[in-house]
């Protein structure tokens, strides 16, 4: 098969966005409702929907993720007329968490009833950053295009940043608290305590590989970091910054040194963290750009991150 006869159904944000970096983006079909990067995938056909209200409350919406857990119901449904009219070769998915996307098992069922086409399908499972570099090696070996040149450039830039990070003191790694969700709160897990160590920073909370903890506030008060990134599933900068505001209300908000020290930096997790595909490195940019500013300036400022300031 060559690559004029490929036709690929994204079924995840960052699958997407690394089969557009490894240059196939004409390829693409179908995607999720999720995936709008790049910009030119906006007219693609949608395979899937959730049951899940994302203009809900953060409680909400994390009462409504446990109750279909619960239930063993997933939380999105795959458009199996769409599915079948797109004939695709290939379906890329994920098997790593059934809150990011449609759930692997769901995926082999409805590629079992398909009729006009029998897809190859490719499931990505990171949970740290060379997971995410093993998966574009994946994808590209079964698309069969090169991996290397989309490897080589990012890891440069990985390199880069690492290179003037590894020589601070102790001292100078500030420690530094990654909230992916604020009601109820829980921590940055998975790649994101790689990423900050990275970028020159000292992650209390989370651990590499491993999927994000809940968060007591008894505990952030006694850790009580340096600095606090604020980087929710699933949300852009402007519902982050929203969320953080209801989240300065608890009544321990004020009592941190980051919130002090005016340490507490708002993300756009939708783009970036929450992402493992090529922006993780974008991500990597903007915690260095955060923690390190007299090493860097890579102008992420106003549409990667913003300072926290509470408004009244």
């Known amino acids: ?17 690394i089969v557009a970096a490894l240059g196939l983006v004409d390829a693409i079909v179908g995607r999720s409702h999720e995936c709008d990067y790049p910009a030119d995938l906006q007219n693609r056909p949608i395979c899937t929907e959730a049951r899940l ?6 409680a909400q919406i994390d ?15 795959i458009k199996m007329d769409v599915l079948e009219q797109l004939q695709p070769t ?51 070996a079964a698309l ?10 990012l890891q440069y830039r990985i390199k880069a940043c690492g290179q003037k990070t590894q020589g601070l003191p102790e001292n100078s790694r500030p420690k530094v608290a990654g909230i992916e969700w604020t009601d109820p709160l829980m921590a940055t897990g998975n790649w994101i305590p790689e990423l900050i160590k ?33 980087m929710p599933c699933g ?39 929450n992402r493992p595909g090529p922006r993780l490195v974008d991500s990597l940019e903007i915690l260095a750009e955060i923690l390190h500013p007299e090493l860097f300036e890579f102008d992420y400022q106003g549409t990667g991150w913003e300072r926290f300031s509470l408004s009244f």
């Not at 098997?95 to 098992?105: G, I, K």
């Not at 069969?144 to 080589?152: A, N, R």
């Not at 953080?244 to 993300?267: D, F, G, I």
Request: aromatic fraction near 6%.
């Open 1 to 17: 098969m060559t690559t004029s006869d490929l036709r690929i159904v994204s079924l995840l944000p960052s699958a997407t966005e």
């Open 53 to 58: 209200d994302s203009e809900k409350s953060s």
């Open 63 to 77: 009462e409504d993720v446990v109750e279909l857990a619960g239930k063993t119901l997933s939380i999105y449904n």
């Open 90 to 140: 290939h379906i890329v998915t994920q098997d790593q968490c059934d809150v990011c996307a449609v759930n692997f098992a769901d995926v082999e069922k409805a590629v079992a009833q398909l009729t006009k086409s029998q897809p190859k399908v490719i499931s990505l499972q990171p949970n740290v950053l060379s997971d995410v570099w093993a998966d574009i090696e994946r994808v590209a």
């Open 144 to 153: 069969g295009v090169e991996s290397q040149p989309v490897l080589t450039g």
């Open 198 to 230: 990275l970028a020159g920073g000292q992650p209390v909370f989370g651990v590499e590989g491993k999927h994000s903890p809940y968060l007591q506030w008894e505990t952030l008060v006694e850790a009580d970091p340096e600095v606090i990134i604020v």
């Open 235 to 273: 949300f852009d900068l402007n519902r982050t910054r929203q969320e953080t505001q209801q989240m300065a209300q608890h009544p321990q908000w004020q009592s941190l040194q980051a919130v002090k020290n005016s340490n507490v930096y708002l993300t756009d997790g939708n783009s970036y963290f």
